[in-house]
């Protein structure tokens, strides 16, 4: 495959359509390397939801990060490593959706769901969905390393990605762990959820896909320094962006329901900002509701006026902005390419003043 790629100021749909042709690439090539015809079924199902409107933020970080540190355009191997954390992020979604009990993603049915509808005929077909969908999330977790192994001309180059695919790997899956943990006995102690955000979001969507990119053009130590500075005080605003989008977000553009993070009784740092500054009749409200499995849109409603009255809301909205302005501060006067530099700047704009 030959490539012309961007620089890191290019427009990111060009960047985005590079690694998607990695991926469909790679789709193809499994489609007619077995003859296996129910492989057909899960590869669609990857396509699909592949092509379900995902922002590829990891893959973009990668491709970023190569950039931070060098003005050479990368080689193939890096798109095909930016390619395989998005098939790695693919099964983290299919994974969390069944832990979530989550009827949608992105607008659409999720796996489980959409494996239990095509399976209807089957005597239990939600928890035939359940464990199709565990063996389609490990299967795109197996790919992951495939890919960035496929064909590979410069395999010598692989050594420096281990440690950050490792750590990423570890941290993402503790950072599950705490989110489950969590969920259901949300607290005003913001401890946890911090740390939610810290493993299951900030290092795994910025910082290590920017140490992944930066390692394979061979950063020194002050670089990787330099983006984790960067990286985690954006990778938690962008989570308390998405933890308000999914209270109070437009699910038309979200693709998400705003009654599943209260039904799930979710503990962010939202949820235990307004515990902690409750009156005891908000926290008996927030504490009869959250968690709640039937709860219905005049609950949520109800529970929203209490995240509005109790400041809660406008608290997340100044951390935002308040971790935004320090990871822009972070760039200032790095040792970062020029370009780079500028591209990362956009994209905290970006990924923490968003509707969905």
Same mark, same amino acid.
């Given at each position: 495959?030959?490539?012309?790629?961007?620089?890191?100021?290019?427009?990111?749909?060009?960047?985005?359509?590079?690694?998607?042709?990695?991926?469909?690439?790679?789709?193809?090539?499994?489609?007619?390397?077995?003859? =296996?015809?129910?492989?057909?079924?899960?590869?669609?199902?990857? #396509?699909?939801?592949?092509?379900?409107?995902?922002?590829?933020?990891?893959?973009?970080?990668?491709?970023?990060?190569?950039?931070?540190?060098?003005?050479?355009?990368?080689?193939?191997?890096?798109?095909?490593?930016?390619?395989?954390?998005?098939?790695?992020?693919?099964?983290?979604?299919?994974?969390?959706?069944?832990?979530?009990?989550?009827?949608?993603?992105?607008?659409?049915?999720?796996?489980?769901?959409?494996?239990?509808?095509?399976?209807?005929?089957?005597?239990?077909?939600?928890?035939?969905?359940?464990?199709?969908?565990?063996?389609?999330?490990?299967?795109?977790?197996?790919?992951?390393? /495939? =890919?960035?192994?496929?064909?590979?001309?410069?395999?010598?180059?692989?050594?420096?990605?281990?440690?950050?695919?490792?750590?990423?790997?570890?941290?993402?899956?503790?950072?599950?762990?705490?989110?489950?943990?969590?969920?259901?006995?949300?607290?005003?102690?913001?401890?946890?959820?911090?740390?939610?955000?810290?493993?299951?979001?900030?290092?795994?969507?910025?910082?290590?896909?920017?140490?992944?990119?930066?390692?394979?053009?061979?950063? /020194?130590?002050?670089? =990787?320094?330099?983006?984790?500075?960067?990286?985690?005080?954006?990778?938690?605003?962008?989570?308390?962006?998405?933890?308000?989008?999914?209270?109070?977000?437009?699910?038309?553009?979200?693709?998400?329901?705003?009654?599943?993070?209260?039904?799930?009784?979710?503990?962010?740092?939202?949820?235990?900002?307004?515990?902690? #500054?409750?009156?005891?009749?908000?926290?008996?409200?927030?504490?009869?509701?959250?968690?709640?499995?039937?709860?219905?849109?005049?609950?949520?409603?109800?529970?929203?006026?209490?995240?509005?009255?109790?400041?809660?809301?406008?608290?997340?909205?100044?951390?935002?902005?308040?971790?935004?302005?320090?990871?822009?501060?972070?760039?200032?006067?790095?040792?970062?390419?020029?370009?780079?530099?500028?591209?990362?700047?956009?994209?905290?704009?970006?990924?923490?003043?968003?509707?969905?």
């Amino acid at each position: 495959m030959t490539l012309s790629p961007p620089s890191p100021a290019a427009d990111i749909n060009q960047i985005r359509q590079k690694v998607d042709t990695f991926l469909e690439d790679f789709l193809h090539t499994q489609e007619n390397s077995a003859d =296996l015809p129910e492989l057909d079924l899960f590869i669609g199902l990857l #396509r699909d939801h592949l092509a379900a409107g995902g922002k590829r933020i990891r893959p973009l970080m990668c491709i970023t990060g190569w950039y931070t540190a060098t003005d050479q355009e990368p080689p193939p191997l890096i798109y095909r490593a930016a390619a395989s954390l998005e098939l790695f992020h693919a099964f983290a979604l299919i994974h969390d959706d069944i832990m979530d009990n989550s009827a949608t993603r992105r607008g659409r049915p999720t796996a489980h769901r959409a494996l239990a509808a095509l399976h209807a005929h089957h005597p239990d077909p939600d928890t035939f969905g359940i464990n199709a969908a565990i063996l389609l999330g490990d299967l795109a977790f197996g790919w992951s390393y /495939d =890919l960035l192994h496929a064909t590979s001309t410069d395999a010598s180059n692989l050594t420096a990605t281990w440690p950050v695919l490792n750590a990423l790997r570890t941290e993402t899956l503790i950072g599950q762990y705490l989110d489950l943990h969590a969920a259901g006995q949300p607290t005003p102690d913001a401890t946890l959820p911090w740390r939610v955000i810290r493993y299951k979001t900030a290092k795994y969507t910025i910082e290590r896909p920017l140490h992944l990119g930066a390692s394979l053009a061979g950063s /020194d130590p002050d670089l =990787l320094t330099t983006l984790t500075a960067y990286a985690l005080p954006l990778g938690e605003a962008f989570q308390l962006r998405d933890d308000l989008l999914g209270v109070f977000g437009d699910p038309q553009y979200t693709g998400k329901s705003t009654l599943e993070d209260l039904r799930d009784g979710k503990h962010t740092v939202l949820i235990a900002t307004a515990l902690a #500054r409750a009156t005891p009749a908000q926290q008996h409200l927030l504490r009869s509701h959250l968690g709640t499995p039937q709860l219905t849109p005049t609950a949520a409603t109800a529970i929203r006026d209490v995240l509005e009255a109790t400041g809660a809301r406008d608290t997340v909205e100044q951390m935002i902005r308040d971790r935004c302005h320090r990871a822009l501060k972070a760039l200032q006067n790095a040792p970062v390419q020029p370009q780079a530099k500028t591209h990362l700047q956009q994209m905290a704009r970006r990924l923490t003043d968003r509707i969905s």
